[in-house]
């Protein structure tokens, strides 16, 4: 199979990609559909950056997520063992379809409907704590706490055995590499946690969703103990990541877009809009899980052999004016609708109505207690994490500037669900 349009060759410089990630996707968004290029890893990738490239890609069921189809050498990845390692981000259909199947009635419309409530009551507790404080961090008060106990409390897992799992899921999405056994470090304490925890609810099953697994697993037959430990471990770190930075993020956007969060306030009806626009805008997740195609595949003109390392770049797709007209400003009335944020395709995230309630119930609360909230640093001076894999702020210093009375000021949001 021949070429019909060679590959371009490009080099990432991993400072200037954390730091400015649009600008440089953007350029070789404009550069062409499909690099060649030398990843964070060392590694040699296939980079695309096109909209209707990386959407087709995303449901193309000849690029697989089974690392077994990588070539010898290429891919190294994430470090797992494989009881952590057996879950639905390495698996393609039938294997894939079945575990999904088991977990997906957790995350329907009517069983996250039941959650809002307490949701915002954790929401409104966690606010308590910076009402009166002349500054504070964002991520590690609100933003990162909030999805922790939401998911704790759908999988069950006791009060006593939450632990802090920032520090874990940092030193895996964004390791430092001066220090790589702190990653290592991170996949043991892990892979203790699940097991004592699986231990725990064997011994003790409750009505939540951890033991409903278990049941499915030791009753029913239809899971093996990897897949079990896996899927736990992927709903407790997946739906805790992604959602700490959509919040983050999503607070950040507005914060710096002063015109978009008046608009909100004049219309609380625009939430739903404001939260596809704010996950295409700036998005949790830069780049797609790779991908490995099973046989030699055209993407963007450009053939790509079978076994190689595809990475498909939402954050260049989210900018791209082909699809979104004027794509580096934020406008909360556009409608962002199939924006890739939260997947397509059978891959799509199992957990995106959660995510979305979570983030406009973490909006309405906090705008609604602090009207006045303000960054405490000016935009440049935000950091972000360094990591390919996860977009998302080290901290957000902001001053709370509580008002009383404010659920009757003008501009709540306490009308936004």
């Avoid at 990630?21 to 030398?38: D, F, K, N």
């Avoid at 003790?204 to 037959?221: C, F, G, K, T, Y």
């Avoid at 919040?247 to 608009?263: D, F, K, S, W």
């Avoid at 977009?391 to 404010?406: E, F, I, K, S």
Wanted: hydrophobic letters at 40%; one cysteine or more; aromatic letters at 6%.
């Amino acid at each position: 199979m021949s070429n019909p349009t060679p590959p371009s060759q490009a080099a990432v410089d991993p400072g200037e990609l954390f730091q400015d990630p649009y600008g440089v996707y953007g350029r070789l968004r404009e550069e062409g559909p499909v690099h060649r290029i030398t990843g964070t890893d060392g590694l040699p990738a296939w980079l695309v950056t096109r909209y209707d490239d990386v959407r087709q890609a995303l449901a193309d069921p000849r690029l697989s997520l089974d690392k077994h189809h990588a070539n010898p050498g290429g891919y190294r990845g994430m470090a797992l063992p494989p009881a952590l390692d057996a879950n639905l981000l390495n698996m393609d259909p039938p294997d894939h379809t079945r575990i999904r199947r088991m977990v997906s009635k957790a995350f329907t419309p009517r069983h996250v409907e039941a959650l809002r409530v307490p949701i915002r009551r954790t929401a409104d507790r966690l606010l308590d704590s910076l009402s009166g404080q002349d500054e504070a961090d964002l991520i590690p008060s609100y933003a990162a706490p909030l999805p922790i106990i939401v998911i704790c409390d759908l999988l069950g897992v006791p009060q006593a055995q939450r632990t802090d799992f920032r520090a874990w899921t940092d030193a895996l999405f964004a390791p430092d590499p001066t220090r790589p056994e702190r990653a290592r470090e991170a996949v043991g304490h892990l892979l203790s946690f699940f097991t004592r925890l699986i231990a725990g609810k064997r011994a003790h099953p409750a009505d939540d969703l951890l033991s409903a697994l278990i049941a499915v697993r030791d009753q029913e037959d239809r899971l093996g103990e990897d897949e079990l430990m896996s899927l736990a471990f992927l709903i407790l770190v997946a739906g805790y990541e992604n959602t700490v930075h959509l919040i983050g993020n999503a607070v950040a956007a507005l914060l710096t877009h002063p015109e978009q969060l008046a608009a909100l306030r004049a219309d609380p009806g625009l939430l739903d809009r404001a939260i596809e626009e704010l996950a295409r805008y700036d998005g949790p997740v830069p780049l797609a899980i790779r991908r490995f195609p099973t046989e030699d595949t055209v993407i963007g003109g450009v053939t790509i052999p079978a076994g190689e390392t595809v990475l498909l770049s939402l954050a260049a797709a989210h900018r791209d004016p082909r699809r979104f007209p004027d794509p580096d400003r934020l406008d909360i009335g556009r409608d962002a609708g199939g924006h890739l944020a939260l997947g397509h395709g059978i891959h799509y995230c199992l957990g995106a109505p959660l995510a979305r309630m979570e983030t406009g119930i973490a909006l309405t609360a906090l705008f609604d207690r602090f009207p006045g909230l303000s960054l405490a640093v000016p935009p440049r001076e935000l950091r972000w994490r360094p990591s390919m894999r996860s977009r998302g702020l080290l901290a957000l210093p902001v001053r709370p500037a509580d008002r009383p009375g404010r659920s009757d000021s003008p501009g709540s949001l306490r009308r936004c669900p």
